[in-house]
């Protein structure tokens, strides 16, 4: 399958903003999560993430599970891998894709590191450029047994999201949902106000 040619793929780069190989791989574990769970599309089923790195392989998951953090469906646990658990609330089945290894030569090493720091050459600049869309080429087009495992687990999900009233803050006037709402002096506060006003 060419993933380059896939509406979703097109999707995916116009919301991170920029296309690179942590996208690329975000978007091919996003894919196989959903497939793992038997979804073809989102819709299918109420799926939640709980991502464990907030790097750019992160937005896939946003837009190609729709499982944003605006409708409660994405959670942070984060231990600094590429892996991302994702569950369906309907079904209770949940799998956890986790990134292979993967190692770039010293030299690319050598080259990314001299980009970052600002002492490329214009040579250099384009070689950069040209070994980072063709290794973002490799990502999207690579067998997924040669990028990722899927393991299924089993995990409670966190609930859906609570309507909570929200009172104003007798001190500064602004609403604040309730779990979050204080008293201060006797009077109802934001943690703000709770803080620095005088009761
Ligand atoms: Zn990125
Ligand atoms: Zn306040």
């Known amino acids: 399958m060419n993933y380059a040619t896939e509406n979703d793929w097109r999707r995916v780069v116009e919301f991170h903003g920029h296309v690179c190989p942590g996208l690329a791989n975000g978007y091919r574990l996003a894919k ?72 770039y030569s010293a030299e690319n090493e050598a080259l990314t590191k001299k980009v970052m720091i600002g002492k490329a050459t214009d040579a250099e600049h384009k070689r950069y450029k040209r070994e980072r869309e063709q290794r973002i080429q490799e990502i999207l087009q690579a067998p997924t047994e040669a990028l990722l495992k899927v393991e299924p687990v089993s995990v409670c999900l966190p609930e859906k999201l609570f309507i909570y009233s929200s009172p104003c803050c007798q001190y500064c006037g602004e609403q604040v949902m309730e779990p979050w709402a204080r008293l201060h002096g006797g009077k109802i506060s934001c943690i703000a106000c709770a803080e620095n006003a005088k009761p």
Do not use: H
Request: one cysteine or more; glycine letters at 12%.
């Open 32 to 103: 196989a999560a959903l497939q793992a769970l038997g979804y073809e599309s989102p819709e299918d089923g109420d799926l939640v993430t709980i991502a464990e790195t907030d790097r750019c392989t992160i937005d896939p998951f946003q837009i190609v599970l729709g499982c944003t953090i605006g409708k409660g469906k994405l959670y942070m646990n984060t231990t600094g891998k590429q892996a991302f658990t994702v569950g369906c609330r309907k079904s209770g089945k949940a799998v956890r894709v986790v990134q292979l290894p993967y190692d």
